[in-house]
Every structure is written in C-alpha cells, then in structure tokens.
C-alpha cells in the first residue's frame, strides 16, 4: 500500500469517535484482515501450537532514521486505555549482530506515519551474559522526535528496563496509558517493568494503534484486546 493511501487510512482512523466507556475491542490477530501494513509483510502463522500473525519487514523503501514498520488496527481512535497482547519476536536468518528481535505495540500514531508512542521488547536481550544489555530489554519511545538512541544519550536508563524474555516465546505484555503517564507489564507482573510519567505525546495525545516490529525481526502477534 503506497504511504498516500496509509496516511488516509489513518486519517480515516482518526476521525472515528473514541471507543464507548467499557467497550473492549478484541482482535484473535489469526489473519491480516482489517490492518493497514507499512513496510511489512503479513500472514497467519502457528507458533508453539498457537495461531497468530507472523510479521516480517517487506523490502519497501525505508525512511531512516525513523522508524516506520507498523501495521495499524482498524480501530476508533485511541487516546487513554489498556492494549493488551501476547507476542513473540526473534532475529531473522541472516540478521546483522545488532538484530534483537525488536517487537511491540505502537500507539497514539499520526497520519504522517512518524509521530507515535511505543513500547517494545528486545528478546534477545532478557537472558545475555553482558548486565548492561540486559537492561536494555525494555523500551519507550516516541517518533520521531525521540528515538532510542537520543533517550539513551539523554536519560540513560530512564525509559528502558530489564525483564526476563526468551526470544521466539510468545510473551503477553500490558500497556496502560492514561494522559501523559504509561505503564508496560511483561509476562502478567502484578508491577510494571517500566514506567513513563512523561508521555511525549501529552496528556491529550491520540491516535491509532498499530503494531510494531524492527530492522531484522520475525514477529508474532496474536488475542490483543483494547480497554478504554
């Protein structure tokens, strides 16, 4: 799909009314239909006897520095809720040595296709020998203006975290957003692996929800629900 056509979906996406209070909105994710894919490649997939999506990178024409490679959810515009998901990310053959099996859910995102909050996951990271790679297996981010590497470089350890991943396992995460505070919960902890009280996008950001894999990723997604 051309990025014209993306930026009008999500155009499209952003003058939907927010979701009913209490309505949940649950995707089985066991197909690519209803999502709006940018520079990746959908199909359904069994991973540890569980169906799901598998999501690889397409070969399209990326944009760096930012990244881009997203698939957006068919929903009313999201502003404050819960997404909850289970996935799973692992290094593709061939990979270059700095591939984690980058993996997660990007919200709040913008019709220009750059402007997002995001939390994900670095599976490879969660049981490495070396303790500073370890606590980078969890992190915030928002696009464009606030990469990784320019949180790191200016808070180091603010916005990423440790947690216990296994590459390639399906991992079940919780996002909760409320305002310009964010909460991320790894593998049903009852307290947060990492903790944003500053929301780059504000307390009255809003957006579409998509989800999120990076450079040299096989992805899998699968049963996400969003709460408001």
Do not use: C
Not at 144 to 163: I, N
């Amino acid at each position: 799909m051309t990025g014209f056509t993306l930026a009008a979906a999500v155009s499209a996406v952003l003058l939907l009314p927010g979701s009913s209070a209490g309505q949940i909105t649950r995707h089985a994710l066991e197909s690519a239909d209803g999502l709006v894919l940018r520079n990746l490649t959908a199909t359904p997939a069994v991973l540890h006897g569980k169906k799901g999506l598998r999501l690889t990178q397409s070969g399209e024409p990326r944009q760096p520095p930012f990244l881009e490679d997203i698939a957006i959810l068919p929903d009313p515009v999201f502003s404050n809720g819960v997404i909850e998901v289970e996935l799973a990310g692992a290094p593709q053959a061939g990979a270059s040595e700095g591939a984690r099996g980058f993996v997660g859910i990007a919200f709040r995102v913008q019709p220009d296709l750059k402007t997002y909050d995001a939390f994900y996951l670095r599976p490879t990271n969660g049981r490495a020998d070396d303790q500073e790679r370890r606590n980078h297996s969890a992190q915030y981010i928002s696009h464009p203006a606030w990469p990784w590497d320019r949180l790191r470089k200016e808070t180091p350890g603010r916005y990423e975290a440790y947690v216990d991943l296994v590459p390639d396992a399906w991992t079940p995460i919780r996002i909760e957003v409320r305002g310009n505070k964010a909460r991320l919960y790894v593998n049903g902890q009852a307290q947060p692996t990492l903790i944003v009280n500053d929301v780059k996008t504000g307390a009255q950001g809003r957006g579409a929800i998509a989800l999120w894999i990076d450079t040299g990723t096989i992805a899998h997604f699968r049963n996400l629900r969003i709460t408001p």
